[in-house]
């Protein structure tokens, strides 16, 4: 069984990883007490690991939205991103049978000996969705880079099937 104290330990540290400020102090008086027959430590370790599972899967939200345009044509589906100063290789582009999803990052420049004394430019992560038609193949996609803009050009390709009316009993 864990210890306590690193248990409290965990505690803590979740508080200020969830929330970014430290964890307040407790009055010990302002505690209830536990029903028959619930070990008290068991729960609070049992609740921290619950914790800790639960942190692990909450992802931090996009820093930044980048801009986009969309067009449609006959037959192409257009996405352009404004992404200037986020490098190709930070750039993914991932399709689902619903979606066009494109993650990335823009990193700030390295420390020099300058300090920042006027910063408009978002930085870190970000992430856009973009409903796709249905049906929709990896293979019908293609990505062009050209200063700072990244275009999505879709294909569409015509439906193959039927309607087929149905009868109603």
Known sequence: MPDVGQALKDVKELYVKVLGTPAPQVDTPSFLAFPPG???????VEEVELLKQLSQQVQQPPAWIPRADLFAGK????????????????????LSST???????RRPPEPEALRPLNV?????????????PLGLKPEHLTARWAEGMLELRLILEPTAAKITPVDVL
């Open 75 to 94: 037959d192409t589906y257009v996405v352009r991103l404004e992404i200037p100063g986020v490098p190709r290789e930070l750039v993914k582009v991932y």
């Open 120 to 132: 408009e430019m978002p930085y870190g992560r970000f992430e856009r969705h973009f409903p796709v």
């Open 99 to 105: 979606a066009c999803i494109v993650t990335g990052e």
């Open 38 to 44: 619930v070990d008290p430590l068991r729960h609070a």
